[in-house]
């Protein structure tokens, strides 16, 4: 797969990064979908200290261990708040913008690189992906090759640690019963496009996935999914690791 870094001018979110690192504040980072009505999201939690964390992502820091690779690291809040407990940290995002900012925060080990691009190696203990961190995978269809790139990235006995949301409350009418088009792609496969200023970003596929739908495509690749933690509103937090 060809390398993918973004350009600071279509690069709406490490614009938004930069401008809150340096002024403490940042203009509107607009999310558009055509799944759903036009959002918002609040700059500032992109630069949450621990104490601002919601549980899961304690849970997650707390189970990490050994060499620790935070994947799509934005501003660096879990990388900072590992090396302040002493942990070996690399944190990689395809944003130029951002990985500055992190270099800058004093993440001492950020590099632009995209977790799918075979260039970027390394062996690591524990591969970190938080903030609906499956969302990187983009497409269900793609979960077999990020198994792959697990495979390469982890260490003998190493560990993903992603949080995910089932998005099926969306579609849910109160009997429970499921709203959709059951020939239609998979309810948690998103487009996204962001705007900040006059800067947009190119449209993005995210992926937001059920714990069994993600347990069933880990026992394809070879890996085991445990159900670490449930949030309080359908998210959760996932291990992932490979099966002797
Ligand atoms: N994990 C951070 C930021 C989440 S936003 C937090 O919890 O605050 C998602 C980040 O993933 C963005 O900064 C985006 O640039 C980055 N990203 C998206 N695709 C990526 C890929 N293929 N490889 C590395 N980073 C990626």
Redesign the pocket.
């Known amino acids: 797969m060809e390398k ?1 870094v ?1 350009e600071s001018e279509n690069d709406p ?2 614009q938004a990064i930069r401008d809150y690192h340096e002024t403490g504040r940042a203009g509107r980072l607009r999310v558009f979908s055509p799944q759903f009505e036009e959002d918002e999201m609040p700059v500032a ?2 630069f ?1 200290t621990e104490a601002e964390m919601p549980s899961l992502e304690h849970r997650a820091l707390d189970l990490c261990r050994g060499r620790v690779l ?6 660096g ?2 990388s900072l708040a590992l090396q302040e407990r002493g942990a070996d940290v690399t944190a ?4 130029p913008l ?1 990985v500055d900012v992190m270099l800058r925060r004093g993440v001492k080990d950020a590099r632009v ?4 691009d075979e260039s970027f190696a390394g062996c690591y203990d524990t591969v970190l992906m ?2 609906n ?1 499956s ?2 995978v983009g497409r269900l269809e793609r979960m077999p090759l990020f198994f792959r790139r697990m495979k390469l990235l982890l260490a003998q006995g190493g560990q993903v640690l992603m949080d995910s949301s089932d998005l099926r409350y969306i579609y849910e009418d109160e009997d429970g019963a499921m709203d959709i088009d059951l020939n239609a792609r998979y309810y948690g496969e998103l487009d996204f496009r962001m705007q900040y200023k006059k800067v947009k970003g190119a449209p993005f596929g995210w992926l937001y996935v059920d714990f069994d739908t993600l347990a069933g495509y880990a026992r394809e690749s070879g890996f085991r999914a445990e159900l670490v933690a449930e949030g309080e509103h359908y998210d959760y937090l996932a291990r992932l690791s490979a099966l002797k």
């Open positions: 993918r973004l979110m490490g939690t992109l949450r935070d994947v799509g690291a934005g501003a809040c879990h990689i995002d395809i944003s951002s690189a995209d977790l799918f938080l903030m961190g969302g990187i």
